[in-house]
């Protein structure tokens, strides 16, 4: 049978657009294996108070961009941490001293930036590091002053090999800026683990922060005693972490401004009597003592579920008046603690 020119032309034009479909199927396909193998989360925050309290531990790395603003007055304007402010301002005084001896040719000894962040969790050591690494912008020391946080879940793999890849992959995303590593000590298990990768996060990491010593601040956090034994299970970071700032647990009354921070900021309102069970409550939980306690992150729950609570108790009325929409009452504490 013998085909017509416009027969040819249309045969033509379908193999063409078959053609550029399986094309289009091919691309797609790589872009979706792009996708999936980008194993780093990235998120921003502009709340940074909030954001170190909202990071779960599913999550294996965060990314965030260093935000708008004095990081200086940030600093001062934290709830508490008087130690913590004096010792981050002493750092950045001795920063600046000594690159005005070294610009004027003065001998200058060798500085390391990284940091050893120890204290009970919710005691702001995740805030303070993001603010640490918008100073050393503001100082010249980086250049992006970003943070990348994460765990050991994010630089160990469960397979041989694998951890080495991880871990660099992780270095990446935090050259230029600051790598936050929190519970550090988990790297290292207690007792040491019958084939655990964590030393070999720990053997890149210290490469890496060699390497790329002039692009790489590290800040590890977690509880004094375990980052004790931590830091004196490897030469390597004893010799790389020698500046240890503590963070302390809140007092009653710095977690009664904590929340009455969230309060004002949500625009509600407490009552004095509500106020006077708050500040019971609070003193009782801390004398209890409690290691798991989670200082401020336990404020932000607590103001959570008492707006969750005055919803509860409020609906089904109709309206409401400003009075009631904003008031937490003593019976919304009570029943969020």
């Given at each position: 049978?013998?085909?017509?020119?416009?027969?040819?032309?249309?045969?033509?034009?379908?193999?063409?657009?078959?053609?550029?479909?399986?094309?289009?199927?091919v691309?797609?396909?790589?872009?979706?294996?792009?996708?999936d193998?980008?194993?780093?989360?990235?998120?921003?925050?502009?709340?940074?108070?909030?954001?170190?309290?909202?990071?779960?531990?599913?999550?294996?790395?965060?990314?965030n961009?260093?935000?708008?603003?004095?990081?200086?007055?940030e600093?001062?304007?934290?709830?508490?941490?008087?130690?913590?402010k004096?010792?981050?301002?002493?750092?950045?005084?001795?920063?600046?001293?000594?690159q005005?001896?070294?610009?004027?040719?003065?001998?200058?000894?060798?500085?390391?930036?990284?940091?050893?962040?120890?204290?009970?969790?919710?005691?702001?050591?995740?805030?303070?590091?993001?603010?640490?690494?918008?100073?050393?912008?503001?100082?010249?020391?980086l250049?992006?002053?970003?943070?990348?946080?994460?765990?050991?879940s994010?630089?160990?793999?469960?397979?041989?090999?694998?951890?080495?890849?991880?871990?660099?992959?992780?270095?990446?995303?935090?050259?230029?800026?600051?790598?936050?590593?929190?519970?550090?000590?988990?790297?290292?298990?207690e007792?040491?683990?019958?084939?655990?990768?964590?030393?070999?996060?720990?053997?890149?990491?210290?490469?890496?922060?060699?390497?790329?010593r002039?692009?790489?601040?590290?800040?590890i956090?977690?509880?004094?005693?375990?980052?004790?034994?931590?830091?004196?299970?490897?030469?390597?970071?004893?010799?790389?972490?020698?500046?240890?700032?503590?963070?302390?647990?809140?007092?009653?009354d710095?977690?009664?401004?904590?929340?009455?921070?969230?309060?004002?900021?949500?625009?509600?309102?407490?009552?004095?009597?509500?106020?006077?069970?708050l500040?019971?409550?609070?003193?009782?939980?801390?004398?209890?003592?409690?290691?798991?306690?989670?200082?401020?992150?336990?404020?932000?729950?607590?103001?959570?579920?008492?707006?969750?609570?005055?919803?509860n108790?409020?609906?089904?009325k109709?309206?409401?008046?400003?009075?009631?929409?904003?008031?937490?009452?003593?019976?919304?504490?009570?029943?969020?603690?």
């Amino acid at each position: 049978m013998q085909l017509t020119g416009k027969q040819l032309t249309t045969i033509i034009v379908a193999i063409a657009f078959i053609v550029m479909a399986i094309m289009t199927m091919v691309v797609g396909t790589d872009d979706d294996q792009s996708d999936d193998s980008e194993k780093v989360e990235k998120t921003e925050s502009t709340d940074s108070l909030e954001k170190s309290s909202q990071n779960s531990r599913d999550t294996t790395v965060v990314i965030n961009k260093p935000i708008e603003g004095d990081p200086y007055q940030e600093l001062d304007e934290l709830i508490g941490l008087g130690a913590v402010k004096d010792e981050v301002k002493s750092l950045a005084n001795f920063v600046r001293l000594q690159q005005q001896r070294q610009a004027k040719g003065l001998k200058t000894p060798k500085l390391s930036y990284h940091l050893v962040f120890t204290g009970s969790p919710g005691t702001g050591k995740t805030t303070v590091a993001r603010i640490v690494a918008r100073i050393y912008k503001d100082l010249g020391i980086l250049k992006r002053g970003h943070t990348v946080e994460t765990d050991r879940s994010g630089l160990v793999a469960e397979y041989m090999g694998q951890t080495a890849i991880k871990t660099n992959a992780v270095v990446d995303s935090a050259l230029n800026g600051v790598l936050f590593i929190d519970e550090a000590y988990s790297l290292v298990p207690e007792g040491g683990a019958h084939h655990d990768y964590g030393q070999e996060a720990i053997s890149t990491l210290l490469k890496r922060m060699e390497d790329d010593r002039d692009r790489l601040v590290v800040i590890i956090a977690g509880y004094p005693k375990e980052m004790k034994r931590f830091i004196d299970s490897n030469p390597g970071l004893q010799s790389r972490f020698t500046r240890y700032i503590d963070f302390p647990d809140y007092t009653a009354d710095e977690l009664v401004s904590i929340f009455h921070m969230y309060v004002k900021k949500n625009e509600y309102i407490i009552g004095s009597e509500a106020d006077r069970v708050l500040r019971e409550h609070l003193e009782e939980v801390i004398q209890r003592g409690d290691r798991n306690f989670g200082n401020a992150r336990y404020a932000r729950n607590l103001f959570e579920k008492c707006i969750q609570q005055q919803a509860n108790r409020l609906s089904g009325k109709k309206q409401l008046t400003k009075q009631e929409l904003t008031e937490i009452t003593r019976a919304d504490l009570e029943k969020s603690f």
